[in-house]
């Protein structure tokens, strides 16, 4: 039985490998097909089974980082194929995402920004080690609704708290939501410091980012 397009994008996150990732989207495109289908049925399930090989050791942190750069880059040809403001509902939805001060880390992030593109948010990487005033600076310029952090050390959980004192000090508490993550955050602490999204992983952020759109 031969290869489906959708098994060819998926295969093409699974190793890495960025022509294949474009050749495929070059085809289903001339094809005529929906481009997010493409990225639903294809890219999606190849960065979700490159997400439970890693965590479940079978996959390494260089192949995961290759992975999610060809994620990103397929993410972004399919939104550049669309017509301005088509991409999505959440087209105008901005969300400014970063790794808080002290934590380098940014691997799941990343995955987490190409489903958040893929589902056609505007999305503001900051990248990693970035204070928190700088976030907020960033949410306020661009007009973000949610503030996505990650933190994989426990010593850089305390960032994710800062956050939402700053946000209450300046008055942005409610206006600009936010969005916690990484491996030693869990539901109780994003209850305790008062964060608005718990993500365990990205279909999960991803998820809770529609819900509290749609709630205002």
Avoid: C
């Amino acid at each position: 039985m031969s290869e489906n397009i959708y098994e060819k994008a998926s295969r093409a996150i699974l190793e890495h490998d960025e022509e294949l990732a474009l050749e495929t989207i070059k085809i289903h495109l001339d094809g005529g097909a929906e481009p997010m289908a493409l990225m639903n049925e294809g890219f999606i399930v190849g960065i979700s089974k490159v997400g439970d090989l890693f965590g479940s050791g079978k996959l390494f942190l260089p192949e995961l980082m290759m992975s999610a750069d060809v994620m990103l880059v397929a993410s972004q040809a399919l939104n550049e194929s669309m017509p301005e403001g088509q991409q999505s509902g959440y087209a105008h939805v901005h969300i400014t995402a970063a790794t808080v001060k002290g934590d380098i880390h940014d691997i799941g992030k990343g995955i987490g920004i190409a489903l958040f593109r893929a589902n056609g948010f505007t999305v503001h990487d900051l990248g990693r080690d970035v204070d928190t005033d700088a976030m907020i600076d960033n949410a306020v310029k661009n007009g973000s609704k949610i503030i996505a952090t990650s933190a994989l050390l426990t010593t850089t959980l305390g960032e994710q708290k800062k956050l939402e004192d700053h946000l209450k000090k300046a008055g942005l508490k409610g206006q600009i939501k936010t969005m916690v993550a990484g491996a030693p955050v869990t539901p109780r602490w994003a209850s305790r410091i008062g964060a608005d999204i718990y993500a365990e992983n990205a279909h999960e952020g991803v998820s809770g980012v529609i819900n509290a759109v749609r709630e205002g």
